[in-house]
């Protein structure tokens, strides 16, 4: 492992940036405060900042001083996110959230400050040829897609990206490994209302209406027909009915009963087929019955494919700085979603994972301690991957800058 030595110095530096972070966490688009202290470090650095793309991000601008004055620079874009989580945190130690019902479960603190970290030594070592996008975007979470925010603001317009890079802790993975995947890597997520109507009525007189939750009951074994005989098996492709609502009463068939639930695929063309084929099924199967349907789906995040080449070299990256024996190359697909997708549609780039480790790295004198896992009230980032994920970013930028 070579960590670059001046970031490795700044260890307790941008430590203690973390936790402050993680003590303040804020929700998706209103990152008012992280958002100052990010503008506020790059600017104390020289670094020019942008800030209002996608209400709340910030992007910081470093140009190389062997860039060309003419012509259009080679640009990188790396990217963090800066939001935290409706939930509560149950950790006790000093820097534990400060906001009743938010938490920062999914590391995006510890994102932000390892990208600051990188910041930080690059602008005071500024001898490449080229411009590194720095970009700190808003609402990853919960399927607010702060990317497609920052995007419709105009950001691959104003701050243009030859390629783009993000890295996300994984709980699980042994501290600082490195785990790649080309192609589709995380999945879409997408959530659907399936609104079915009939005549209400008396439950002792069914003859007389036409029985919604009959319809609904049925309605969701065919549902899972479309994955199990429309789908090609090749394909990998969920569809959970989650939520059923109808009735409230023991004798009244009720009009109405709406079904709920979520579709995942690794790619948009099974995605199409699905949707097309549930609405098929949601409109006509209830007309069998004397009833109608009606299909409502909402696409929060595509899947998210990783491009070829870039994956290629952020993975050589990894092993040149830290060891072949600490990146792994064909990481297993990850069913979670993530709005890096939304980059992705539009630049060449890959979305990696680096290893949080297990959960030792937290102090372990609190009450209610959990596993460390995204997502879970006891999660924490570990620390120790501040200088290895700014150690990284800077080496991809100078690799970036050196491949020409
Ligand atoms: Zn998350
Ligand atoms: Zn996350």
Same mark, same amino acid.
């Given at each position: 492992?070579?960590?670059?030595?001046?970031?490795?110095? $700044?260890?307790?530096? +941008?430590?203690?940036?973390?936790?402050?972070?993680?003590?303040?966490?804020?929700?998706?688009?209103?990152?008012?405060?992280?958002?100052?202290?990010?503008?506020?470090?790059?600017?104390?650095?020289?670094?020019?900042?942008?800030?209002?793309?996608?209400?709340?991000? #910030? %992007?910081?601008?470093?140009?190389?001083?062997?860039?060309?004055?003419?012509?259009?620079?080679?640009?990188? @874009?790396?990217?963090?996110?800066?939001?935290?989580?409706?939930?509560?945190?149950?950790?006790?130690?000093?820097?534990?959230?400060?906001?009743?019902?938010?938490?920062?479960?999914?590391?995006?603190? @510890?994102?932000?400050?390892?990208?600051?970290?990188?910041?930080?030594?690059?602008?005071?070592?500024?001898?490449?040829?080229? %411009? #590194?996008?720095?970009?700190?975007?808003?609402?990853?979470?919960?399927?607010?897609?702060?990317?497609?925010?920052?995007?419709?603001?105009?950001?691959?317009?104003?701050?243009?990206?030859?390629?783009?890079?993000?890295?996300?802790?994984?709980?699980?993975?042994?501290?600082?490994?490195?785990?790649?995947?080309?192609?589709?890597?995380?999945?879409?997520?997408?959530?659907?209302?399936?609104?079915?109507?009939?005549?209400?009525?008396?439950?002792?007189?069914?003859?007389?209406?036409?029985?919604?939750?009959?319809?609904?009951?049925?309605?969701?074994?065919?549902?899972? $027909?479309?994955?199990?005989?429309?789908?090609?098996?090749?394909?990998?492709?969920?569809?959970? %009915?989650?939520?059923?609502?109808?009735?409230?009463?023991?004798?009244?068939?009720?009009?109405?009963?709406?079904?709920?639930?979520?579709?995942?695929?690794?790619?948009?063309? #099974?995605?199409?087929?699905?949707? =097309?084929?549930?609405?098929?099924?949601?409109?006509?199967?209830?007309?069998?019955?004397?009833?109608?349907?009606?299909?409502?789906?909402?696409?929060?995040?595509?899947?998210?494919? =990783?491009?070829?080449?870039? $994956?290629?070299?952020?993975?050589?990256?990894?092993?040149?700085?830290? @060891?072949?024996?600490?990146?792994?190359?064909?990481?297993?697909?990850? @069913?979670?979603?993530?709005? +890096?997708?939304?980059?992705?549609?539009?630049?060449?780039?890959?979305?990696?994972?680096?290893? =949080?480790?297990?959960?030792?790295?937290?102090?372990?004198?609190?009450?209610?301690?959990?596993?460390?896992?995204?997502?879970?009230?006891?999660?924490?980032?570990?620390?120790?991957?501040?200088?290895?994920?700014?150690?990284?970013?800077?080496?991809?930028?100078?690799?970036?800058?050196?491949?020409?």
């Amino acid at each position: 492992m070579s960590l670059i030595a001046e970031i490795e110095a $700044t260890r307790e530096e +941008f430590t203690a940036l973390r936790r402050d972070i993680h003590a303040h966490p804020e929700l998706a688009f209103k990152e008012n405060r992280t958002s100052e202290i990010v503008a506020e470090r790059l600017a104390s650095w020289g670094i020019e900042v942008h800030r209002g793309l996608g209400k709340t991000g #910030v %992007v910081g601008v470093l140009r190389g001083s062997r860039t060309a004055a003419s012509g259009k620079p080679r640009a990188i @874009g790396l990217r963090a996110d800066m939001d935290a989580l409706p939930m509560p945190e149950h950790n006790r130690f000093a820097h534990a959230s400060k906001h009743e019902g938010r938490m920062h479960g999914c590391g995006h603190d @510890g994102h932000t400050a390892m990208l600051l970290g990188a910041a930080k030594y690059l602008s005071a070592h500024r001898d490449f040829d080229g %411009v #590194v996008n720095f970009i700190f975007q808003p609402a990853e979470e919960g399927g607010n897609a702060g990317a497609r925010a920052m995007i419709e603001d105009g950001l691959f317009e104003k701050f243009p990206c030859d390629e783009i890079y993000g890295i996300h802790n994984m709980p699980g993975f042994p501290a600082g490994q490195f785990a790649f995947r080309k192609g589709p890597t995380m999945a879409s997520s997408n959530r659907f209302d399936i609104i079915v109507r009939g005549t209400g009525g008396h439950a002792a007189q069914p003859h007389k209406a036409v029985d919604t939750i009959i319809i609904a009951a049925e309605m969701i074994g065919v549902l899972q $027909t479309l994955i199990s005989r429309h789908r090609n098996p090749i394909d990998v492709a969920v569809l959970s %009915v989650t939520q059923i609502h109808a009735g409230d009463a023991y004798n009244v068939l009720p009009g109405e009963t709406v079904i709920r639930g979520t579709v995942r695929t690794f790619s948009t063309q #099974v995605l199409d087929e699905i949707e =097309n084929n549930m609405r098929r099924v949601a409109q006509t199967l209830p007309q069998v019955h004397g009833g109608t349907g009606e299909l409502q789906f909402y696409r929060a995040y595509p899947p998210l494919v =990783n491009w070829d080449e870039p $994956t290629d070299f952020a993975a050589r990256v990894a092993e040149e700085v830290f @060891g072949a024996d600490k990146v792994e190359r064909d990481t297993p697909q990850h @069913g979670g979603a993530e709005d +890096f997708s939304f980059y992705l549609e539009k630049v060449p780039g890959s979305y990696l994972f680096l290893g =949080n480790g297990d959960g030792d790295h937290r102090e372990g004198r609190y009450v209610g301690m959990g596993p460390c896992e995204l997502h879970n009230p006891n999660y924490d980032f570990n620390d120790a991957l501040l200088p290895v994920g700014s150690t990284y970013w800077v080496r991809l930028a100078q690799a970036f800058f050196a491949r020409g």
